[in-house]
């Protein structure tokens, strides 16, 4: 394989630019290697994994597989929310399940915000969590309404006050200084993280414990018991596959997951008169309720990183580095900064990046392990999978090690999503979502009236 220069890992995020030290790949696989664990992808799931297997089981020789470097996935890439919320439909879960196991697996959710936490602590990774939690804004009446049946699906799910609530122009204005938001809701179970930090940092972390990760080593086959690869063979008892939207690319597993891009923008720093100006307290993530809707952060270094869905895939490259940037989602997110954020309007875009993340067609998370191969895998968080990841990572480590905790009986464990149609449909799909949900957000921002037509895309963006 040819040396991938340091400055094509950068250019994939704000975050990766960012990394203080070099992004020199560590020594790849030659030959044969065998493991008592090999997994696959080193992003949150494939880390996180590793993470816990080694805590429980410090002499089990585990190895992990990486096609670039650590973090070159959506893990080195994303929003940097930590945000509690099941990655999926509670109908869904419910329906097979009952509604203890969804609640169960809502409170996972939510614990699993201060375990990310814990961890960062005892492991020194400087990656600027703060639980600041997460405000979502409705500016439209649409949006308003839209985030009144929010509330109310959450009482109905029996959360309380404590985990979701609407805040009065008080409260809202001691958090960020937006005068035109007509509702904003606040839930408390919420991190802002520096994604790449964290998922580099974690590396670092398993190494430490003895985890070998071979980076550069792309898995070509992966089946029970032996992961074949570019240049070399492994294998193990257990095999673990963490590749998440890229798990399309494998043989067989095309229509698997939508990838779906989502892509963000940064500013340079921001004055502190501009932050006094926004009033925008530190470790507070931002949404609304745009039906294409937009999630920030204030950074640790002080700049808006702000996301959004809407880029389009290649039908007949559907993950591909031309999809990570787009006119279209850069304008509409800098239209969001000039709205919401005037006094940062006119700031200096300085990064424009994004990446795929991976959504089954009923929009909910798997975790499988099969016990009589020692083959097991997780992924299709649909943009949750920051704490999703680590709820992954901590369950096939006890379902690896036969251990009957609480996490091998969430709903999510087993679970099977149809796939998606096959091509040109998925295609015609992702398109038809995309445009008919920005152009209902368009006639709402311009009417104040609720776009009805957006039952046209429901069968593809609601559970079936
Ligand atoms: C722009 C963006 C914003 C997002 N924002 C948020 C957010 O704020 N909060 C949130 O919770 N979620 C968010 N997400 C989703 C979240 O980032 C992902 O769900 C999560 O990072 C998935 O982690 P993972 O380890 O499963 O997959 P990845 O991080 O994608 O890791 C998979 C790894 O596998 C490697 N790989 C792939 N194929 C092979 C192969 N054949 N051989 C070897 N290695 C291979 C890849 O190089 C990669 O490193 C966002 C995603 C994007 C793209």
């Avoid at 405000?135 to 985030?147: D, F, I, N, V, Y």
């Avoid at 649909?382 to 996490?407: F, Q």
């Avoid at 920005?438 to 079936?464: C, G, H, I, L, N």
Wanted: glycine letters at 10%; a positive charge; aromatic letters at 8%.
């Amino acid at each position: 394989m040819i040396a991938a220069p340091q400055q094509h890992y950068r250019a994939r995020s704000l975050w990766l630019d960012q990394i203080g030290e070099p992004l020199a790949p560590r020594l790849g696989l030659s030959g044969e290697a065998h493991f008592d664990v090999a997994i696959v992808g080193a992003g949150f799931t494939g880390l996180w994994t590793a993470y816990y297997l080694k805590r429980s089981q410090p002499d089990a020789r585990i190895g992990v597989v990486e096609r670039e470097i650590a973090g070159f996935g959506a893990s080195g890439r994303n929003g940097g929310w930590a945000s509690g919320g099941i990655a999926g439909s509670w109908s869904t879960y419910e329906r097979h399940h009952g509604r203890d196991a969804v609640r169960r697996a809502e409170q996972e959710t939510y614990s699993t915000v201060d375990e990310i936490g814990r961890v960062v602590e005892r492991e020194k990774i400087d990656c600027g969590f703060d639980k600041g939690g997460s405000l979502t804004l409705a500016m439209t009446a649409p949006q308003e309404s839209r985030a009144r049946a929010r509330l109310d699906a959450a009482r109905r799910h029996g959360l309380g006050a404590d985990d979701l609530r609407a805040l009065d122009r008080g409260e809202l204005d001691r958090l960020v200084n937006v005068p035109a938001c007509r509702l904003a809701l606040y839930t408390p179970h919420c991190a802002r993280v520096d994604p790449a930090r964290l998922v580099r940092g974690l590396a670092d972390a398993c190494e430490r414990a003895g985890v070998v990760i071979l980076e550069r080593t792309e898995a070509i086959e992966l089946a029970p018991r032996r992961v074949r690869c570019r240049n070399g063979l492994v294998t193990a008892d257990h095999v673990i596959r963490a590749t998440e939207s890229y798990t399309t690319q494998l043989p067989g597993e095309r229509l698997r997951y939508l990838p779906l891009y989502s892509l963000m923008i940064a500013t340079a720093p921001l004055s502190d008169t501009i932050w006094n100006d926004l009033g925008w307290q530190e470790g507070l993530t931002i949404r609304d309720e745009r039906h294409l809707f937009f999630y920030a952060q204030r950074t640790t270094d002080g700049r808006i990183a702000i996301g959004g869905r809407g880029a389009p895939y290649r039908l007949d490259r559907p993950i591909d580095e031309t999809s990570e940037r787009n006119r279209g989602v850069y304008e509409r997110l800098r239209a969001t900064i000039r709205r919401h954020f005037p006094q940062a309007g006119d700031a200096v875009v300085t990064h424009h990046w994004g990446g795929p993340l991976a959504v089954p067609r009923d929009w909910c998370m798997s975790v499988h392990y099969e016990p009589s191969t020692g083959f097991g895998w997780a992924g299709g968080y649909s943009g949750h999978g920051v704490v999703a990841a680590n709820i992954a990572g901590r369950t096939l480590a006890d379902l690896v090690l036969r251990r009957e905790s609480d996490l091998v009986s969430l709903p999510w464990v087993g679970h099977g999503s149809r796939r998606w149609e096959p091509e040109p449909l998925r295609y015609l799909a992702s398109q038809a979502i995309v445009n008919v949900l920005a152009a209902a957000d368009r006639y709402e921002d311009r009417s104040d009236r609720p776009a009805r037509w957006t039952w046209a895309v429901a069968p593809f963006t609601q559970p079936s």
